[in-house]
Every structure is written in structure tokens, then in C-alpha cells.
């Protein structure tokens, strides 16, 4: 005959030690009852609590199955040393901890599947560490973003001259323009679409013009030789440096000269280039130096307020032409042709922005 206990509430039948029925989940213990703490609370049946006295018995079949400690722990795998630095690296490491070196594919082998299968990415899973004494796991970069990966960047020069928004150049090429660019400048009208190019080559960062409309120019620092038909940038005068037409004076068809003052000799001739392609002031250099400025000098803008009181100087000394920067404020720009190799501390100016490189 079984023995239990019935439930008050649906008279169902419920064996000995519950505390709720089996059907409805109504309290069914006896006031009497000693509870085992080590049965199961709650609804649904439970199981009987097995006797403290009673362990478990194993058979020697089972025994015999058993894993044994050897089997369950793998063998360690020895470190592979890097090839850059030669710093032991844990087997199934991507990178050296030492000297952040990328690690050959060879040296993955069954340590690199062996530290994915313990892991699955699912919350509670183990992460395989490593062996003790391994002294390049606190010094290991676990994840490179993109500022790291950047060889150099550029940052935007605001009106005020404070700092703003930087660019990380961490990729092979980087486009700069107005439409569809990764460098995007969209308000600047006088950007063309895709205006120039910003790329390395050799490990050097290069700024290539893009064939636009207005130009890349690079800031110079102190002296540098230009061809004649070079365009330089001063405040926010444009001013192209043309060779001088000489003393040489023509007839017209009939023989006769132009009568008005004597022409005198010129080697150099500034003129102002103007927005929409017209032509400003034409300077004809009455020596072979040309001064450029607010100020007292050869050539005078007195209402740019980016102009230094003498800014700059074009030289020529019957071979060369030179330009320099005269330790202006806002410095001068010239327009490069085709490419151009930068450094750290460069400034470019492109359209209405002005960026400062900055090689990482």
C-alpha cells in the first residue's frame, strides 16, 4: 500500500515529503512533518532526499572510464619567440606582447585553434589564459583602433587659431574635398569635388593635387626655390611671380614707338591674382628684390589684416628664383604642382581650411 498525503483542495495524491501538490500546487505538508532541507522547494514533484549515511558507489567498470588528470589537462604548448624582437609569445597570440609585432600565421598552428575552442564569445564562457609566469601578458595590447593604426594625422586650424576637429589618416589613401570624400568639407565652395589626395608611399605621407580648381598650397619655411609662373599665397593676397619683360621696346607696322616713360630694365614682375580670374595690381621690380607687406615695402597691402608689416621677400640672383618668409605671423603658402612630400609640423591650406600635420 503506498503511503502519502492528500491534497485538501483537488484530493490528488502526493508521496510523502512534499510540501506542495503535485496538481495544484496547494501546501500539503503535515504541521508534524520533519522537512529535509535537501529537498526540492517548489512546485512539480520532487525526489526523495537520499539517505546522509548512503555515498555514492562506483563500479570498477566505471572506475576503469574514468578521465584521468593527464587526459583532461592539455599539454603545454612551448612560446614561440617573435621575429621582430625575439620576445617569447604565448601560442595562439596574434601579436607580441613586447614589441606589438604581428606574428607569423606558422606560429598559430594548434595553439591558435586551441585558444578559439576554448571560447565561444557566449556570456560564461571560460577564456583561455596563459601559462604562469608568462611575463608579456600584462604588457599585451588587446585591441588596436584606428588612432593607432594611424601613421600621422591632420588637424583643422580654426578662425581663432585654436584647434579643431583632427583627422586620422589610418588608411593607404585619403581623399579631401567637397562632395563624397572621406575628408569632407562640404560647405567650402571653394573646394572642388574631389580636390586632392593624401596617401603615404615609402612610409611618407604625400599630398597629391587632384587636378582642382584653386590648388593645394604647403607653408615654407624659410627660403625656397620656385620656377617663375609660381603662385604664393600671403594673407589673403594671391600673387603670381612672372619673369620681367626686360627694356626691349616694339614698333608698330609703320615703324614708329609708343611714346611714354623709358621702360626700365625688370627681371621680376608680382601680379595680384583676383577672385574670378581678373587681374590686380602688377608690380614690375625695379631691382632683383622684390618685399611684400602691410608696410613699407616694395609691394603693400595695408587693408589685409593677415599680412605681417614685412612678410615676404622674392629674390633673383641671375639663376635662381627665391622665395622666403620674412618670420611672418600667418606665413606663406606656395602652390605645389603635382605632388608634394610632407613632415611633421607641415601646414596645408586647400580652399578656405588650413590643417596642421602631425605624424604619429
Not at 78 to 94: L, Y
Not at 98 to 112: K, L, V
Not at 273 to 291: H, K, N, Q
Amino acid at each position: 500500500m503506498d503511503v502519502g498525503l492528500v491534497c485538501d483542495q483537488c484530493s490528488a495524491f502526493n508521496k510523502m515529503g512534499v510540501q506542495h501538490c503535485v496538481r495544484c500546487a496547494s501546501p500539503v505538508s503535515l504541521d508534524a512533518f520533519e522537512f529535509d532541507a535537501r529537498t526540492e522547494v517548489g512546485p512539480g514533484p520532487s525526489r526523495a532526499p537520499a539517505p546522509p549515511s548512503a555515498p555514492p558507489q562506483t563500479s570498477p567498470a566505471a572506475a576503469s572510464m574514468a578521465p584521468t588528470p593527464s587526459a583532461v589537462q592539455p599539454a603545454a604548448e612551448a612560446p614561440n619567440p617573435c621575429p621582430v624582437c625575439g620576445e617569447q609569445v604565448t601560442p595562439g597570440h596574434r601579436f607580441c606582447g613586447s614589441c606589438g609585432s604581428r606574428m607569423p600565421d606558422a606560429q598559430f598552428g594548434a595553439g591558435h585553434a586551441h585558444a578559439h575552442a576554448g571560447h565561444t564569445g557566449r556570456p560564461g564562457t571560460p577564456t583561455p589564459t596563459p601559462p604562469a609566469g608568462d611575463k608579456s601578458a600584462s604588457r599585451r595590447t588587446m585591441y588596436f583602433g584606428a588612432i593607432q593604426a594611424a601613421k600621422a594625422k591632420l588637424t583643422l586650424i580654426r578662425g581663432d587659431g585654436m584647434d579643431g576637429v583632427s583627422f586620422n589618416l589610418a588608411g593607404e589613401e585619403h581623399l579631401a574635398g567637397r562632395l563624397d570624400c572621406p575628408l569632407l568639407f562640404p560647405d567650402d565652395p571653394f573646394l572642388s569635388p574631389t580636390h586632392c589626395n593624401f596617401f603615404y608611399r615609402d612610409g611618407k605621407l604625400i599630398v597629391r593635387d587632384e587636378g582642382s580648381t584653386n590648388g593645394v598650397y604647403v607653408r615654407i619655411s624659410g627660403s625656397r626655390q620656385i620656377d617663375f609662373g609660381a603662385l604664393v599665397l600671403v594673407g589673403e593676397q594671391l600673387l603670381e611671380v612672372e619673369r620681367g619683360d626686360g627694356t626691349a621696346d616694339d614698333a608698330i607696322e609703320d615703324g614708329t614707338y609708343f611714346f611714354a616713360s623709358p621702360r626700365r630694365p625688370s627681371m621680376i614682375r608680382v601680379v595680384q591674382r583676383l577672385r574670378g580670374g581678373d587681374t590686380g595690381m602688377a608690380y614690375r621690380a625695379t631691382s632683383e628684390v622684390v618685399t611684400i607687406g602691410r608696410e613699407g615695402n616694395d609691394l603693400d597691402f595695408p587693408d589685409d589684416p593677415f599680412i605681417s608689416g614685412r612678410h615676404a621677400r622674392v629674390t633673383w640672383d641671375g639663376q635662381h628664383l627665391i622665395l622666403t618668409d620674412l618670420g611672418s605671423k600667418n606665413g606663406t603658402f606656395l602652390r605645389i604642382v603635382g605632388e608634394h612630400p610632407l613632415g611633421h609640423g607641415d601646414y596645408v591650406f586647400m580652399g578656405q581650411q588650413l590643417l596642421r600635420v602631425e605624424v604619429v
